[in-house]
Nanobody, 119 residues
Framework: VQLVESGGGLVQAGGSLRLSCAAS????????MGWYRQAPGKERELVAE???????YHANSVKGRFTISRDNAKNTLYLQMNSLKPEDTAMYYC??????????????WGQGTQVTVST
């Protein structure tokens, strides 16, 4: 399964971006899909997840500003990012889990797309 992120870039603080993640396999059968980010010198962190039933999770740091969604017909995962802050600057990765919930971790990862928020 290939995951290809797009939509990153340079934006001023307070601006918006929408990240997309196109999957080579239908995402309808994915149990969970998520967005992670990693800033220089920091560990990778979960930003948001969406389960097959539509349940979503957003990290406290992005709650109310970011929204994860999926379009099964287009096999695409999205992350709408509003009110961006400099601390949101990071490489953003898409991930997909097709294995059972009992199996820890994600199965597939994208290569990442860079988001840079300037002051």
């Amino acid at each position: 399964v290939q995951l290809v992120e797009s939509g990153g870039g340079l934006v001023q603080a307070g601006g918006s971006l929408r990240l997309s993640c196109a999957a080579s396999r239908n995402i309808f059968s994915a149990n969970v899909m998520g967005w992670y980010r990693q800033a220089p010198g920091k560990e990778r962190e979960l930003v948001a997840e969406i389960r097959s039933g539509g349940t979503t999770y957003h990290a406290n740091s992005v709650k109310g500003r970011f929204t994860i969604s999926r379009d099964n017909a287009k096999n695409t995962l999205y992350l709408q990012m509003n009110s961006l802050k400099p601390e949101d600057t990071a490489m953003y990765y898409c991930a997909a889990k097709y294995s059972d919930y009992g199996v820890p971790g994600y199965d597939y990862w994208g290569q990442g797309t860079q988001v840079t928020v300037s002051t």
